[in-house]
Protein backbone atom coordinates (compact mmCIF):
# COMPACT_ATOMS: atom_id res chain seq x y z
CA UNK A 1 0.00 0.00 0.00
CA UNK A 2 1.11 3.85 -0.83
CA UNK A 3 -1.41 6.00 0.81
CA UNK A 4 -0.90 9.50 0.03
CA UNK A 5 -2.47 12.46 1.83
CA UNK A 6 -3.72 14.37 -0.67
CA UNK A 7 -4.21 13.91 -4.07
CA UNK A 8 -6.04 16.23 -6.69
CA UNK A 9 -9.53 14.81 -7.88
CA UNK A 10 -9.20 15.55 -11.71
CA UNK A 11 -9.56 14.08 -15.22
CA UNK A 12 -10.98 14.58 -18.35
CA UNK A 13 -12.95 17.43 -17.82
CA UNK A 14 -10.03 19.44 -16.41
CA UNK A 15 -8.05 18.50 -19.78
CA UNK A 16 -11.13 19.08 -22.07
CA UNK A 17 -11.40 22.83 -21.05
CA UNK A 18 -7.53 23.32 -21.00
CA UNK A 19 -7.41 21.89 -24.22
CA UNK A 20 -10.36 24.57 -25.15
CA UNK A 21 -8.34 27.35 -23.22
CA UNK A 22 -4.55 26.47 -25.50
CA UNK A 23 -6.56 26.14 -28.77
CA UNK A 24 -8.06 29.22 -27.99
CA UNK A 25 -4.49 31.20 -27.55
CA UNK A 26 -5.65 33.14 -24.71
CA UNK A 27 -3.72 32.22 -21.97
CA UNK A 28 -2.29 34.67 -19.67
CA UNK A 29 -4.54 36.36 -16.93
CA UNK A 30 -5.50 38.81 -18.76
CA UNK A 31 -7.98 37.41 -21.36
CA UNK A 32 -9.80 34.23 -22.17
CA UNK A 33 -13.50 33.52 -21.16
CA UNK A 34 -12.71 30.92 -18.74
CA UNK A 35 -11.23 33.19 -15.74
CA UNK A 36 -14.92 35.72 -15.64
CA UNK A 37 -16.69 32.31 -15.57
CA UNK A 38 -14.69 30.53 -12.82
CA UNK A 39 -14.90 33.54 -11.03
CA UNK A 40 -18.74 34.24 -10.91
CA UNK A 41 -18.54 30.43 -10.95
CA UNK A 42 -16.98 30.18 -7.54
CA UNK A 43 -18.33 33.72 -6.16
CA UNK A 44 -22.00 32.46 -6.68
CA UNK A 45 -21.13 29.29 -4.93
CA UNK A 46 -19.98 30.61 -2.01
CA UNK A 47 -22.43 32.39 -1.52
CA UNK A 48 -20.51 35.56 -2.54
CA UNK A 49 -21.65 38.11 -5.60
CA UNK A 50 -17.50 39.13 -6.88
CA UNK A 51 -15.17 37.01 -6.92
CA UNK A 52 -11.50 37.87 -7.87
CA UNK A 53 -8.93 35.02 -8.62
CA UNK A 54 -5.57 35.09 -7.80
CA UNK A 55 -2.41 33.37 -8.17
CA UNK A 56 -2.37 32.04 -4.51
CA UNK A 57 -3.69 31.47 -1.19
CA UNK A 58 -1.05 33.68 -0.35
CA UNK A 59 -1.73 36.33 -2.77
CA UNK A 60 -5.15 36.30 -2.43
CA UNK A 61 -4.64 36.98 1.54
CA UNK A 62 -2.17 39.47 0.59
CA UNK A 63 -4.34 41.81 -1.66
CA UNK A 64 -7.11 41.89 0.39
CA UNK A 65 -4.73 43.61 2.99
CA UNK A 66 -3.70 45.85 0.56
CA UNK A 67 -7.19 46.52 -0.59
CA UNK A 68 -8.57 47.39 3.16
CA UNK A 69 -5.37 50.03 2.91
CA UNK A 70 -4.30 47.93 5.92
CA UNK A 71 0.06 48.90 6.32
CA UNK A 72 2.37 49.95 8.96
CA UNK A 73 1.46 51.52 12.26
CA UNK A 74 -2.16 48.75 12.07
CA UNK A 75 -2.63 45.77 13.84
CA UNK A 76 -4.62 42.47 12.73
CA UNK A 77 -5.50 39.91 15.09
CA UNK A 78 -5.12 36.71 13.80
CA UNK A 79 -5.59 32.69 14.87
CA UNK A 80 -2.17 31.86 15.95
CA UNK A 81 -2.74 28.02 14.67
CA UNK A 82 -2.54 28.44 10.58
CA UNK A 83 -0.31 28.31 8.13
CA UNK A 84 2.22 30.84 7.94
CA UNK A 85 0.52 31.93 4.97
CA UNK A 86 -1.71 33.88 7.09
CA UNK A 87 0.74 35.91 8.86
CA UNK A 88 2.82 36.47 6.04
CA UNK A 89 0.69 38.66 3.74
CA UNK A 90 -0.03 40.78 7.27
CA UNK A 91 3.51 41.16 7.52
CA UNK A 92 4.02 41.82 3.53
CA UNK A 93 1.83 45.35 4.34
CA UNK A 94 4.23 45.89 7.09
CA UNK A 95 1.51 45.32 9.62
CA UNK A 96 1.84 44.18 12.94
CA UNK A 97 -0.03 40.29 13.47
CA UNK A 98 -1.53 40.15 16.87
CA UNK A 99 -1.34 35.98 17.26
CA UNK A 100 -4.36 34.50 19.81
CA UNK A 101 -4.92 31.55 21.10
CA UNK A 102 -7.62 28.32 19.71
CA UNK A 103 -10.49 26.51 21.16
CA UNK A 104 -9.15 23.50 21.95
CA UNK A 105 -12.32 21.34 20.27
CA UNK A 106 -12.27 22.85 16.90
CA UNK A 107 -8.99 24.73 16.91
CA UNK A 108 -10.24 27.82 15.64
CA UNK A 109 -9.43 31.26 16.66
CA UNK A 110 -11.08 31.34 20.55
CA UNK A 111 -13.47 34.63 20.00
CA UNK A 112 -13.56 35.24 23.62
CA UNK A 113 -10.05 35.51 23.94
CA UNK A 114 -10.17 38.42 20.88
CA UNK A 115 -11.47 41.24 22.98
CA UNK A 116 -8.89 41.95 24.92
CA UNK A 117 -6.36 42.12 22.24
CA UNK A 118 -7.94 44.84 20.65
CA UNK A 119 -6.75 48.47 20.82
CA UNK A 120 -6.48 51.41 19.07
CA UNK A 121 -4.22 50.55 16.27
CA UNK A 122 -6.48 47.58 15.77
CA UNK A 123 -7.87 47.70 12.05
CA UNK A 124 -9.13 43.85 11.53
CA UNK A 125 -9.78 40.46 12.70
CA UNK A 126 -8.42 37.36 10.39
CA UNK A 127 -10.05 34.34 11.04
CA UNK A 128 -8.51 31.02 9.44
CA UNK A 129 -11.44 28.26 8.98
CA UNK A 130 -8.91 25.47 9.71
CA UNK A 131 -8.90 21.96 8.14
CA UNK A 132 -12.21 22.80 7.22
CA UNK A 133 -14.54 23.71 10.23
CA UNK A 134 -15.79 27.22 10.06
CA UNK A 135 -15.31 29.97 12.98
CA UNK A 136 -17.32 30.56 15.17
CA UNK A 137 -18.06 34.24 13.46
CA UNK A 138 -21.27 35.88 15.31
CA UNK A 139 -19.22 36.74 18.70
CA UNK A 140 -16.17 38.07 15.93
CA UNK A 141 -19.04 40.03 14.08
CA UNK A 142 -20.21 41.57 16.84
CA UNK A 143 -16.86 42.32 17.78
CA UNK A 144 -16.35 43.85 14.48
CA UNK A 145 -19.08 45.91 15.11
CA UNK A 146 -18.21 47.49 18.67
CA UNK A 147 -15.18 48.36 17.34
CA UNK A 148 -15.10 49.33 13.72
CA UNK A 149 -12.81 46.60 12.46
CA UNK A 150 -12.62 44.89 9.59
CA UNK A 151 -13.22 41.09 8.88
CA UNK A 152 -10.87 38.47 6.67
CA UNK A 153 -11.78 35.12 6.43
CA UNK A 154 -8.73 32.60 5.50
CA UNK A 155 -10.81 30.42 3.28
CA UNK A 156 -8.14 28.05 1.76
CA UNK A 157 -9.19 24.98 3.71
CA UNK A 158 -12.65 25.14 3.63
CA UNK A 159 -14.32 25.96 0.34
CA UNK A 160 -17.96 25.38 0.91
CA UNK A 161 -18.02 25.10 4.53
CA UNK A 162 -21.20 26.09 5.88
CA UNK A 163 -21.75 28.89 9.26
CA UNK A 164 -25.83 28.79 10.51
CA UNK A 165 -26.59 28.12 7.07
CA UNK A 166 -24.25 30.58 5.15
CA UNK A 167 -20.90 29.69 3.38
CA UNK A 168 -18.28 30.79 4.91
CA UNK A 169 -16.38 33.16 2.65
CA UNK A 170 -19.73 35.57 2.30
CA UNK A 171 -19.03 36.06 6.26
CA UNK A 172 -16.30 39.19 6.76
CA UNK A 173 -15.68 42.04 3.83
CA UNK A 174 -13.56 39.31 2.40
CA UNK A 175 -12.49 35.68 2.01
CA UNK A 176 -9.49 34.22 0.65
CA UNK A 177 -9.46 30.66 -1.07
CA UNK A 178 -6.43 28.77 -2.29
CA UNK A 179 -6.48 26.75 -5.06
CA UNK A 180 -3.48 24.58 -4.55
CA UNK A 181 -2.76 21.25 -5.63
CA UNK A 182 -3.92 19.96 -2.07
CA UNK A 183 -7.24 21.73 -1.61
CA UNK A 184 -10.81 21.09 -1.34
CA UNK A 185 -10.45 21.96 -5.31
CA UNK A 186 -7.34 22.84 -7.51
CA UNK A 187 -6.00 24.95 -10.26
CA UNK A 188 -2.64 23.61 -9.57
CA UNK A 189 -1.63 27.07 -7.62
CA UNK A 190 -4.54 29.59 -7.52
CA UNK A 191 -6.52 32.06 -5.45
CA UNK A 192 -9.61 33.95 -4.90
CA UNK A 193 -10.73 36.79 -3.23
CA UNK A 194 -14.53 36.38 -2.32
CA UNK A 195 -16.65 39.74 -1.35
CA UNK A 196 -20.15 41.31 -1.35
CA UNK A 197 -18.67 44.83 -2.11
CA UNK A 198 -18.68 45.88 -5.19
CA UNK A 199 -15.89 48.42 -4.14
CA UNK A 200 -13.66 46.75 -2.74
CA UNK A 201 -13.77 43.81 -5.60
CA UNK A 202 -13.49 46.89 -8.18
CA UNK A 203 -10.08 48.16 -5.94
CA UNK A 204 -8.91 44.03 -5.85
CA UNK A 205 -9.31 44.11 -9.51
CA UNK A 206 -7.24 46.87 -10.23
CA UNK A 207 -4.53 46.24 -7.36
CA UNK A 208 -4.34 42.43 -8.98
CA UNK A 209 -3.30 43.64 -12.27
CA UNK A 210 -0.31 46.21 -11.67
CA UNK A 211 -3.17 49.01 -10.84
CA UNK A 212 -3.13 50.00 -14.29
CA UNK A 213 -5.16 53.08 -15.27
CA UNK A 214 -8.60 53.44 -16.83
CA UNK A 215 -7.83 55.85 -19.34
CA UNK A 216 -4.64 55.76 -20.03
CA UNK A 217 -3.60 52.12 -19.01
CA UNK A 218 0.05 53.00 -18.05
CA UNK A 219 -0.64 55.57 -16.06
CA UNK A 220 -0.51 53.30 -12.80
CA UNK A 221 -3.15 54.22 -10.21
CA UNK A 222 -0.89 53.19 -7.09
CA UNK A 223 1.50 50.61 -6.25
CA UNK A 224 0.15 47.29 -8.16
CA UNK A 225 0.85 43.69 -8.23
CA UNK A 226 0.87 40.68 -10.89
CA UNK A 227 -1.60 38.44 -9.01
CA UNK A 228 -2.92 37.38 -12.31
CA UNK A 229 -4.14 33.93 -12.01
CA UNK A 230 -3.77 32.50 -16.16
CA UNK A 231 -6.86 31.13 -18.46
CA UNK A 232 -5.86 27.92 -18.18
CA UNK A 233 -5.64 27.58 -14.37
CA UNK A 234 -8.97 28.96 -14.80
CA UNK A 235 -10.08 26.08 -17.22
CA UNK A 236 -8.50 23.70 -14.52
CA UNK A 237 -11.36 25.94 -11.84
CA UNK A 238 -14.11 25.70 -14.55
CA UNK A 239 -13.85 21.72 -14.35
CA UNK A 240 -13.27 21.25 -10.82
CA UNK A 241 -16.32 23.53 -9.94
CA UNK A 242 -18.52 21.33 -11.20
CA UNK A 243 -17.05 18.47 -8.68
CA UNK A 244 -17.35 20.70 -5.46
CA UNK A 245 -20.17 19.23 -3.92
CA UNK A 246 -19.03 15.81 -4.95
CA UNK A 247 -15.65 16.07 -2.97
CA UNK A 248 -16.97 17.52 0.07
CA UNK A 249 -19.42 14.89 0.38
CA UNK A 250 -16.77 11.96 -0.13
CA UNK A 251 -14.70 14.05 2.17
CA UNK A 252 -17.51 13.77 4.93
CA UNK A 253 -17.48 10.13 4.07
CA UNK A 254 -14.25 9.84 5.05
CA UNK A 255 -14.36 11.73 8.52
CA UNK A 256 -17.56 9.71 8.86
CA UNK A 257 -15.72 6.55 8.20
CA UNK A 258 -12.35 7.38 10.37
CA UNK A 259 -14.62 8.34 13.63
CA UNK A 260 -16.81 5.15 13.37
CA UNK A 261 -13.56 3.69 13.23
CA UNK A 262 -11.18 5.79 15.70
CA UNK A 263 -13.91 6.70 18.45
CA UNK A 264 -12.83 4.31 21.09
CA UNK A 265 -9.67 4.81 21.45
CA UNK A 266 -9.18 7.41 24.30
CA UNK A 267 -5.61 8.63 23.72
CA UNK A 268 -7.41 10.04 20.48
CA UNK A 269 -8.91 13.74 20.15
CA UNK A 270 -10.70 13.31 16.27
CA UNK A 271 -12.00 16.70 14.64
CA UNK A 272 -15.81 17.91 15.66
CA UNK A 273 -18.31 19.23 13.94
CA UNK A 274 -20.60 22.09 16.08
CA UNK A 275 -23.95 22.66 16.10
CA UNK A 276 -23.55 26.06 13.75
CA UNK A 277 -21.50 24.36 11.56
CA UNK A 278 -20.53 21.90 8.56
CA UNK A 279 -17.30 20.82 8.57
CA UNK A 280 -16.04 19.99 4.77
CA UNK A 281 -12.98 17.98 6.81
CA UNK A 282 -10.28 19.54 4.35
CA UNK A 283 -8.12 17.10 6.01
CA UNK A 284 -8.75 14.28 8.76
CA UNK A 285 -6.88 16.08 11.76
CA UNK A 286 -5.72 14.29 14.87
CA UNK A 287 -4.65 15.42 18.30
CA UNK A 288 -2.94 12.72 20.69
CA UNK A 289 -3.41 12.88 24.08
CA UNK A 290 -2.41 10.70 26.88
CA UNK A 291 0.12 8.20 26.88
CA UNK A 292 0.32 8.65 23.60
CA UNK A 293 1.01 12.80 23.83
CA UNK A 294 4.69 12.65 23.29
CA UNK A 295 4.73 9.63 20.32
CA UNK A 296 3.62 11.33 17.14
CA UNK A 297 6.99 11.11 15.36
CA UNK A 298 6.71 7.48 16.48
CA UNK A 299 3.21 7.01 14.83
CA UNK A 300 4.22 8.66 11.89
CA UNK A 301 7.40 6.92 11.20
CA UNK A 302 5.72 3.44 11.85
CA UNK A 303 2.96 4.34 9.64
CA UNK A 304 5.01 5.78 6.92
CA UNK A 305 6.65 1.99 7.31
CA UNK A 306 3.12 0.62 6.65
CA UNK A 307 2.52 3.00 3.18
CA UNK A 308 0.88 5.79 4.89
CA UNK A 309 1.44 9.27 4.90
CA UNK A 310 0.82 11.55 7.25
CA UNK A 311 1.58 15.46 7.77
CA UNK A 312 2.25 16.78 11.28
CA UNK A 313 0.21 19.63 12.38
CA UNK A 314 0.88 23.70 12.07
CA UNK A 315 3.47 25.22 13.67
CA UNK A 316 1.56 28.46 15.52
CA UNK A 317 3.05 31.33 14.57
CA UNK A 318 4.19 31.78 18.54
CA UNK A 319 6.39 29.18 18.02
CA UNK A 320 8.02 30.00 14.66
CA UNK A 321 11.81 30.51 15.72
CA UNK A 322 11.82 33.34 12.95
CA UNK A 323 9.47 35.30 14.63
CA UNK A 324 11.04 34.30 18.30
CA UNK A 325 13.88 35.40 17.70
CA UNK A 326 13.18 38.72 16.33
CA UNK A 327 11.00 39.55 19.73
CA UNK A 328 8.06 39.22 17.51
CA UNK A 329 6.47 36.59 19.35
CA UNK A 330 6.68 34.68 22.70
CA UNK A 331 6.03 31.36 22.61
CA UNK A 332 4.32 31.18 25.55
CA UNK A 333 1.01 33.30 24.03
CA UNK A 334 -1.06 30.68 22.84
CA UNK A 335 -0.53 27.27 24.65
CA UNK A 336 -3.34 25.64 23.18
CA UNK A 337 -2.21 26.18 20.07
CA UNK A 338 1.56 25.17 20.96
CA UNK A 339 -0.18 21.69 22.71
CA UNK A 340 -1.97 21.33 19.02
CA UNK A 341 1.01 22.19 17.33
CA UNK A 342 3.35 19.47 18.95
CA UNK A 343 0.96 16.10 19.26
CA UNK A 344 -1.22 16.96 16.11
CA UNK A 345 -0.93 15.40 12.44
CA UNK A 346 -3.82 14.55 9.77
CA UNK A 347 -4.16 11.54 8.19
CA UNK A 348 -4.52 10.91 4.41
CA UNK A 349 -7.80 12.27 3.64
CA UNK A 350 -8.04 12.56 -0.77
CA UNK A 351 -11.13 12.10 -2.06
CA UNK A 352 -10.39 9.09 -3.84
CA UNK A 353 -9.63 6.91 -0.52
CA UNK A 354 -11.37 3.99 -0.50
CA UNK A 355 -13.30 2.51 2.52
CA UNK A 356 -10.58 -0.31 2.26
CA UNK A 357 -7.92 1.93 2.56
CA UNK A 358 -9.24 3.70 5.41
CA UNK A 359 -9.78 0.50 7.17
CA UNK A 360 -6.49 -0.04 6.40
CA UNK A 361 -4.55 3.43 7.66
CA UNK A 362 -7.43 3.06 10.98
CA UNK A 363 -6.13 -0.29 12.08
CA UNK A 364 -2.81 -0.12 11.84
CA UNK A 365 -3.14 3.20 14.09
CA UNK A 366 -4.90 1.25 16.42
CA UNK A 367 -2.42 -1.96 16.07
CA UNK A 368 0.87 0.93 16.49
CA UNK A 369 -0.91 2.30 19.96
CA UNK A 370 -1.61 -0.76 21.29
CA UNK A 371 2.09 -1.90 20.95
CA UNK A 372 3.11 1.41 22.51
CA UNK A 373 0.92 2.01 24.97
C1 LIG B 1 -4.86 28.38 6.15
C2 LIG B 1 -4.04 28.65 4.91
N1 LIG B 1 -3.88 29.91 4.51
C3 LIG B 1 -3.17 30.21 3.41
C4 LIG B 1 -2.59 29.24 2.64
C5 LIG B 1 -1.77 29.64 1.46
O1 LIG B 1 -2.31 29.23 0.26
P1 LIG B 1 -1.37 29.03 -1.03
O2 LIG B 1 -0.52 27.84 -0.77
O3 LIG B 1 -2.32 28.84 -2.15
O4 LIG B 1 -0.56 30.28 -1.16
C6 LIG B 1 -2.76 27.89 3.01
C7 LIG B 1 -2.23 26.74 2.28
O5 LIG B 1 -1.54 26.51 1.47
C8 LIG B 1 -3.50 27.58 4.17
O6 LIG B 1 -3.66 26.31 4.57
Same mark, same amino acid.
Given at each position: MNIPVAQPFIGDS?? +????????????? %??? !???????? +??????????? @?????? %??? *??????????????? #??????? /??????????????????????????????SLVEEKITKKTKAI?????? !????????????????????? #????? *?? !????? @??????? !??? %?????? *?? +? =? =? /? /?? #??????????????? *???? +?SLAFGDKNKFMHQEIGFNFRMTNIQAAVGCAQLEKIDFIIDKKREIAGLYND?? #???EELQLPVEKPYAKNVYWMYHIVLRGGLKDKRGLLMSALKKEGIDTRESFIPYNGQEFFINQGLAKKSDCPVSNMVGDRGLYLPSGPILSEKEIIYVSDNIIKIINEHK
Open positions: EK +KLVDEAMDSKELS %GFC !GRFISKFE +KGFAEYSDCEY @GVSTTS %GTS *ALHLALAVLKIGPGD #EVIVSSF /TNMATFFAVLYQGAKPVPVDIEPDTWNLNPLVVHIY !GHPVDMDPLIALAKKYNLFII #EDCAE *AH !GAVYK @GRKIGSL !GDI %GCFSFY *AN +K =I =I /T /TG #EGGMITTNNKDLADR *ARML +KQL #EKI
